[in-house]
């Protein structure tokens, strides 16, 4: 609340405007229009091989997009020097590869901490409740090739989470899961938004998880319709 007893004005986290990418002459999608504001969890679902996740690494810069822009937190994201643009991914955004991208020499632990490592703001309590909020007590001193997929898929969830991002991008977070350990990492997720005021954009193909969501999307290759 402001002093005056109003809301202070909040600017969205992302702005999506006119967005296209392209592969040679054919179009993966374009005119996507989509704004998030403060604390907004949105789900996207849409047919395999629609763009789902080509349109999460648009959003976040790690794609350049052949039309449009994205805009977050007030930067226009293509317009900074590519060293830049990775500063401001890794103060900013937290990313759920489908892939994990998890480092294979470094234990479990040091692979969540990173984020907070490569901020100059280490913290082992935060590295530790982060591994309980997705259900890994006890395992932060493995390597990454002592565990299953799943739990692949948590440490790379808890490495997305722990430095508190404004923007969450989430594709597929839940799918090598079981339905309880998937419904875990879902309120995870949607703690980080309700408790620190994060937007989320989640990719998936459960029904399931799309119900956690404020807002569902369908994306198709001329727009994200409401579900």
């Given at each position: 609340m402001s002093r005056g007893g109003a809301e202070a004005p909040t600017q969205p986290v992302l702005r999506v405007s006119g967005l296209g990418k392209r592969y040679g002459d054919a179009w993966v999608f374009r005119g996507i229009e989509l704004q998030v504001e403060p604390g907004e969890f949105v789900a996207i679902v849409g047919e395999s091989g629609v763009g789902k996740s080509t349109l999460l690494n648009c959003i976040a810069g790690l794609d350049r997009a052949d039309a449009g822009e994205?805009?977050?937190?007030?930067?226009s994201i293509a317009q900074l020097p590519e060293t830049a643009q990775a500063h401001f991914r890794r103060r900013h955004?937290?990313?759920?590869?489908?892939?994990?991208?998890?480092?294979?020499?470094?234990?479990?632990?040091?692979?969540?901490?990173?984020?907070?490592?490569?901020?100059g703001t280490p913290?082992?309590?935060?590295?530790?409740?982060?591994?309980?909020?997705?259900?890994?007590?006890g395992l932060g001193e493995r390597l990454p090739q002592q565990l299953s997929g799943g739990q692949l898929q948590r440490v790379a969830i808890a490495r997305a989470l722990i430095h508190r991002p404004q923007l969450i991008l989430a594709d597929e977070p839940s799918g090598n899961l079981d339905p309880g350990t998937a419904a875990r990492v879902m309120e995870a997720l949607a703690l980080?938004?309700?408790?620190?005021?994060?937007?989320?954009?989640?990719?998936?193909?459960?029904?399931?998880?799309?119900?956690?969501?404020?807002?569902?999307?369908?994306?198709t290759a001329d727009a994200l319709l409401g579900e």
């Open positions: 994205v805009t977050l937190l007030g930067q955004l937290g990313f759920v590869f489908q892939a994990f991208h998890v480092l294979p020499h470094l234990s479990v632990a040091q692979n969540v901490g990173l984020p907070l490592l490569l901020l913290d082992d309590a935060r590295v530790t409740q982060a591994l309980a909020a997705v259900g890994l007590e980080q938004v309700e408790q620190q005021g994060a937007a989320c954009i989640l990719v998936t193909h459960s029904h399931t998880a799309a119900q956690r969501a404020h807002r569902v999307l369908r994306l």
